[in-house]
């Protein structure tokens, strides 16, 4: 586990330096191209700037960002029990310091994410369509992947690598519309002379063509270790719950789902997701190619290819005969280790029916929301809005009087 974690850290730094030579490179041309030759320097300084102030809010507060942005709220043990011990169980399996916090966003799209900056300081945030639609081997499976992305240091890969991609998308954005509302100014520095204006014109020329190209590129960097990264959670997964089919049929019934897509959900923070929020679901999602994540096909056959064991070495064996691929496992953590499969807990064989989970899933919302449940004892359950005004509310059916609590 320590060379894969150790082969992930010597691919964050290789990405990192690749998006910050890109950063310094637009800054680098736009800066030229805006203020003239001697302009370079002055547009790769504030390219880098721009870029530390983002990198210290993201390291000071950067989780708190993603869940805000998120809609995530907190929640407790007593809201979520089942939820909250297979976090700890996965925890333990894994080895982290410490429990991640745990967070329901109220969107009946299923999906999930982790984020924060290091193993002892993490949060898991599920959505309630997650909890509501999938068995306890099926949550078992998202909480494991997510898990393995803490484990693997892949979340504070995730927020630095954001700040690196938003900050170049910002500087070409500065870019853009400082040509178009300054673009006179830039006369000062031709000196008049046509080979001196023909020269400016080339590096506008050059400066626009560098900042649509640039996002461009760095966004490709950006999503190609996201595909391999999320492959190695899928692998890390069926290695904590020796039972790959749970993240299997999890992935299968959230590519599935027909829930729109996430509300709060975009384009900095769909890398997070263990499925991309902002693509389409049912079954085109099963064989569409993301740009942020694989193929959901492709990693529900790799899961189910795992016949002989859940060991990383079982992952790679069943990745190449999917794929016809190398391996995207380092070759340091394919060292033999045997990890029996475990068969379905009894509960997960029990399928809810489709109106139940749809009821289930509206209740969580709510109750993330912050409404009160109560019952009648005339057996009536009432769902009271958090901005119901009045202290007490009568039960349509007996017309009792109840007491809401904290009011």
């Known amino acids: 586990m320590w060379e894969l974690i150790r082969a992930n850290k010597r691919n964050s730094i290789i990405l990192m330096t690749l998006m910050a030579m890109v950063l310094l490179g637009i800054g680098l041309l736009i800066g030229a191209a805006l203020f003239g030759p001697r302009g370079a320097l002055i547009g790769m300084a504030i390219a880098v700037v721009v870029w530390l102030v983002m990198m210290l809010v993201s390291l000071s507060s950067g989780d708190e960002i993603f869940l805000a942005a998120a809609g995530a709220k907190p929640v407790t043990h007593d809201d979520y029990p089942q939820l909250f011990n297979i976090v700890e169980e996965m925890t ?34 599920v959505t309630a369509g997650l909890l509501g639609r999938l068995n306890r081997d099926e949550l078992q499976g998202v909480i494991a992947h997510e898990i393995s992305h803490i484990l693997h240091r892949d979340i504070m890969y995730v927020t630095l690598a954001g700040v690196m991609l938003g900050t170049i998308v910002l500087l070409s954005e500065i870019f853009f519309r400082g040509m178009l509302y300054g673009g006179g100014s830039r006369r000062r520095y031709s ?11 080339l590096l506008i020329v050059v400066a626009v063509v560098a900042a649509i190209l640039a996002p461009i590129m760095a966004q490709l960097l950006y999503f190609a270790l996201s595909r391999r990264r999320e492959y190695l959670a899928d692998a890390g997964a069926a ?19 027909a829930s729109p897509q996430m509300a709060k959900a975009n384009k900095v923070s769909a890398p997070m997701y263990i499925v991309n929020p902002l ?5 085109a999602a099963l064989s569409n190619l993301s740009s942020t994540h694989p193929p959901i096909a492709e990693r529900i056959k790799i899961l189910r290819g795992m016949m002989h064991g859940a060991s990383f070495k079982d992952y790679s064996d069943a990745y ?35 109106q139940e ?46 007491d809401i609590p904290g009011k």
Request: aromatic share 4%; proline share 9%; with cysteine.
């Open 279 to 283: 693509k389409p679901r049912g079954q």
């Open 239 to 257: 290695r904590l719950t020796r039972y790959p089919e749970g993240l299997a049929a999890a992935l299968e019934k959230i590519a599935a789902d």
């Open 357 to 402: 989970q749809v009821r289930q899933v509206g209740d969580i919302m709510r109750q993330v929301g912050g409404f009160a449940f109560l019952t009648c004892a005339c057996g009536l359950k009432m769902k009271v809005p958090p901005d119901y005004k009045s202290p007490q509310v009568r039960c349509p059916r007996c017309k009792r009087t109840h």
């Open 320 to 354: 190449t005969a999917v794929t016809k691929k190398p391996t995207v496992v380092p070759a340091m953590a394919l060292s033999k280790e045997d990890i029996a499969l475990r068969e379905a807990g009894a509960k997960a064989k029990q399928q809810q029916r489709r």
């Open 92 to 125: 333990i399996a894994a080895g982290l310091p410490a429990v991640p916090k745990v967070y329901v966003i109220p969107d009946p799209a299923p999906n999930a994410f982790a984020t924060g900056r290091d193993p002892s300081r993490a949060s898991v945030a």
């Open 191 to 201: 000196g008049g002379g046509k080979s001196s204006g023909g020269a400016e014109a």
